[in-house]
Antibody, heavy 119, light 110 residues
Framework: EVQLVESGGGLVKPGGSLRLSCAASGFIFSNVWMSWVRQAPGKGLEWVGRIYIKSDGGATDYAAPVKGRFTISTDDSKNTLYLQMNSLKIEDTAVYYC??????????WGQGTLVTVSS | QSALTQPRSVSGSPGQSVTISCTGTSSDVGGYNFVSWYQQHPGKAPKLMIYEVTKRPSGVPDRFSGSKSGNTASLTISGLQAEDEADYYCCSYTGSYSLVFGGGTKLTVL
């Protein structure tokens, strides 16, 4: 059974940094593209970015609002996906979900971790 | 990239069918057969219901079906059940290696 467990959320001041983790199990992590999706309180879903598997080059793509501030990476030895978030803004406040990614869709989702950016 | 357009809410009685529309452009919905639909119950993570416009993941009831015409995709739920009451989001691949979601539709089962 695929399991994705996010951690690392919390309260951070504007301009601060935070790193989210997503521990994966139940599948061969190094063979699966992964992505992050967020949801602001009471709002809809917003795609954050995606990382290709290393055999496909390990490239990353990001949504415009986070490009240049957020970085997605993986540690295949730990079956873990990361989201490094820098220069955080109030509008980055959201629940962040990690997902598996295939055929243009987010197939399996974690339970999410809440990031609150506030002074 | 602008969000895809969905109706804010739809409703139906148990046993009836409802259809949720998702309108984009030729740069997303109309340009690729990578439209997906997600169901989200309050306080829960989203769940994939449809991918590649018409395909259902294992375990999703065949009461859920997807289609697309031009720049508009649709999710149809037939034989409505109480547990179908949830928020539904469409999503499309775009030409710039990214995904775009719709604003979400709240389905009420009367």
């Amino acid at each position: 059974e695929v399991q994705l467990v996010e951690s690392g959320g919390g309260l951070v001041k504007p301009g601060g940094s935070l790193r989210l983790s997503c521990a994966a199990s139940g599948f061969i992590f190094s063979n699966v593209w992964m992505s992050w999706v967020r949801q602001a309180p009471g709002k809809g879903l917003e795609w954050v970015g995606r990382i290709y598997i290393k055999s496909d080059g390990g490239a990353t793509d990001y949504a415009a609002p986070v490009k240049g501030r957020f970085t997605i990476s993986t540690d295949d030895s730990k079956n873990t996906l990361y989201l490094q978030m820098n220069s955080l803004k109030i509008e980055d406040t959201a629940v962040y979900y990690c997902t598996t990614y295939s055929a243009g869709s987010c197939q399996h989702w974690g339970q999410g971790t809440l990031v609150t950016v506030s002074s | 990239q602008s969000a895809l357009t969905q109706p804010r809410s739809v409703s139906g009685s148990p046993g009836q069918s409802v259809t949720i529309s998702c309108t984009g452009t030729s740069s997303d919905v109309g340009g690729y057969n990578f439209v997906s639909w997600y169901q989200q119950h309050p306080g829960k993570a989203p769940k994939l219901m449809i991918y590649e416009v018409t395909k259902r993941p294992s375990g999703v009831p065949d009461r859920f079906s997807g289609s697309k015409s031009g720049n508009t995709a649709s999710l149809t739920i037939s034989g409505l059940q109480a547990e179908d009451e949830a928020d539904y989001y469409c999503c499309s691949y775009t030409g710039s290696y990214s995904l775009v979601f719709g604003g979400g539709t709240k389905l009420t089962v009367l």
